[in-house]
């Protein structure tokens, strides 16, 4: 939607235990069945504390800057006095449930007014804890404020849903609240696919081109082909030709990132290459999940990438092809 990076950032440390029965999360668009972490619009947030505790705001980051590491986001379930109120807090492997939530305000009372952001008034992404499954959802949110949706997770294990959205209201900042959902059944941890230069999906390829570094902003440049042959046509989905949403191995810090251009702004054309500028809050492993409009169909490319000081990092790579199923976002 705007040129350059917006950056949501959140704070806390979260732990995940799994057993042979547990799991945690939920969601509504593509879904990606693969393993493991990702910027939104940048607010002065802080880095991670406690689970639903504030901590303290790197200096100088403004999303586009290269000074200070970008803060961590989606770790906690309220920020700026609003909560995550998350009424499904377990579902069933492999059954088909309803997802219902509610935002709540300082008073303990239902957002009924957002600011609408990319076509929606509220994005909800959902990533199991092994990072193998992921979806981009949009729920639908009844007069009284409380949002529901349809989800069928395919394993057991935990879960993580992310419910990005801006209040309405003049002062109001773009949020990224987080909570644990747990899929019950028979658990097997899935193990992170390893970083490669491309990812494959629904017969299309596309290369990932670019660096993700700690505390520095960075291109990335994801190329999209089908047959050998470069797609220029891609269709514009949520008002971009392309969404980019990472995840932090182990904790899952969030982050969203938007492309650089837009469709009809003159100069951003539609493929086969989309842009992106993005900030790691720190050195790790972190998931990049790509989503994109061909012939009226979604895709959702998936890379591993390695970011700063991680194990055997030098530049980020992605990885592994995903499979999705599209959800009502699409």
Same mark, same amino acid.
């Given at each position: ?14 732990? /995940?235990?799994? $057993?042979? /029965? ?26 991670? =504390? ?9 200096? #100088?980051?403004? $999303?586009? $800057? ?91 294990? =935990?879960?993580?849903?992310? %419910? ?13 609240? #987080? ?10 941890? %899935? ?11 629904? =017969? ?23 047959? $050998? ?12 030709? #392309? ?22 702004? #003159? ?45 055997? /990092?030098?530049?980020? /790579?992605?990885? %592994? ?10």
């Amino acid at each position: 939607m705007h040129t350059g990076l917006r950056i949501t950032a959140f704070a806390a440390a979260l732990a /995940a235990t799994f $057993g042979t /029965a547990y799991g945690v999360g939920a969601g509504v668009d593509p879904i990606v069945a693969d393993s493991a972490p990702a910027p939104h619009e940048h607010s002065e947030r802080d880095d991670p =504390g406690g689970p639903d505790e504030p901590s303290s705001r790197p200096e #100088g980051g403004d $999303g586009h $800057g290269a000074h200070e590491s970008a803060p961590a986001g989606g770790l906690q379930i309220s920020e700026g006095g609003y909560t995550l109120d998350l009424a499904t807090p377990r579902v069933s492997a492999g059954q088909r449930t309803e997802l219902r939530f509610t935002v709540r305000d300082a008073s303990g009372d239902a957002v009924t007014a957002y600011r609408r952001e990319h076509e929606k008034e509220l994005h909800l992404v959902l990533a199991s804890r092994d990072l193998v499954t992921y979806r981009h959802l949009h729920p639908t949110r009844a007069a009284d404020g409380t949002w529901s949706t349809p989800v069928d997770l395919p394993a057991a294990g =935990g879960y993580r849903v992310f %419910a990005d959205f801006t209040p309405a209201g003049e002062d109001t900042e773009n949020l990224t609240l #987080g909570a644990d959902l747990a899929a019950s059944g028979r658990y097997e941890p %899935a193990r992170l696919p390893v970083p490669s230069g491309t990812a494959r999906v629904d =017969g299309y390829e596309v290369e990932l081109d670019g660096s993700l570094r700690p505390g520095k902003a960075s291109e990335l440049k994801l190329k999209v082909s089908r047959d $050998g042959e470069p797609v220029g046509d891609l269709q514009p989905y949520l008002g971009a030709y #392309g969404h980019l949403v990472a995840l932090r191995a182990g904790d899952l810090a969030y982050l969203h990132v938007h492309p650089n251009g837009e469709p009809g702004d #003159g100069t951003t054309k539609p493929g086969p290459e989309i842009s992106f500028t993005a900030t790691a809050p720190s050195d790790g492993t972190y998931r990049l999940f790509l989503d994109f409009r061909h012939r009226g169909e979604v895709h959702t490319a998936a890379f591993t990438v390695r970011a700063g000081s991680a194990p055997g /990092a030098t530049e980020s /790579a992605p990885a %592994a092809t995903p499979e999705h199923t599209d959800g009502h976002g699409h």
